[in-house]
């Protein structure tokens, strides 16, 4: 069996700051400025860079007005976003409050900030999507709603994918399946009348430990992806209605709790139970899958670049793959795991079928190495573009 190492999709600690205190020294370091529709940018970024995530981020503003159209931000005043080419300018940035965080909002300066070393461009691009709702959330809908529901809401769209034309949202990794039945397996879920209740300062802190961070967040997507998407029998909004309710008592300014009592039901123990009901019939979406494989086939190339071997097309990918047992291992927390798939697989359906030419396809162009280009059935195009960061290559994934 050969063994390939990827870099680990990283803990998101995606956390609000209290303290406005952190603009300091940096701000004037920001080589450029420019204003999109929503948003005023403060980027050392390239031109071209910083432009495509002005487009992305007035693109998710306007999907959060679309899917919360009922609550507004009252103010003409643009948002501020700072975006880093270093990390260690970004932790500069914010004091190093939050060492392990991949981007901030900040309150009392309603400004966001992000960097892209080392989590690269669509890392970045997911990043700001998350932070962007937290954003908008606590001028639009209220500055005190549960961090579980806030961080879940964030990751909702965090997920969602950009095709250019629109978002689309709901979509399940197959990742967050893996990790959330783990959590469960392992007795790291936590229980529903503890987790609804934990303070902001109580969930920041249970972040401290990156293990127990992964799983803090990954409950609270999963729990809000419930209310969010999950269905009757008759493949209705099971909880959407209720789930708006709660927003608007929120926004009237009614407590937390009491508000979800008056929209739910005080039964949180039923409320669980119907919650791993659904989780166990929970699957990864066709896009989510296609996404995660063809990232992977990503790495795969990279990984096999470093060691001197290119390939000009899936085929002859798939035929070295096929004289030996490939697979991805993964370093995270401190350890390294090595994933269960073959590698093979990344070049297949969801049936796992080989991907046939048309299909699948490498694609020259000015780069380290060719774009992947899939032509799915089911959904958007999917292109992986190379590039140079710093001494690395990594990728970026376009919907299109």
Known sequence: MHSLRFKAQRLRPVLILATAAVLASTAGAQQTTLES??????????????RDYAKRLDAMYREYQKRLAEFEVKSDTKFEVFLFRRQTD???????????SAGIFIPGLRALAGYEESQGRGGLRQTLQHEAFHQFAWQAISPNLPIWLDEGLAQVFEEGVWTGNQFLLGQVPPSRIRDLKADLNAGRFTDFKTFLGLTREQFQARMRNESAGRSMYNQAWAMTHFLVFATDEKDRPRFRTRLMGWLRDMHAGQDAQTAFAGNFSSNVDGFEDRFKEWIATLQPTPLGVYSDRMSKLADLVRLFKDEGRSFDSPDALRAHLSRGIFHLTQLRDGQTYTLDENALTYLCDLSNQPWPADRLKFEQRRGPLPDIVLKSPESATIRIRFYTLGKEIDHDIVFE
Request: proline letters at 4%; a positive charge.
């Open 37 to 50: 529709r929503y948003y005023r940018i403060h980027s050392d970024l390239d031109d071209a860079a910083t």
């Open 90 to 100: 970004y932790r500069k940035f914010t004091g190093n409050k939050l060492p392990n």
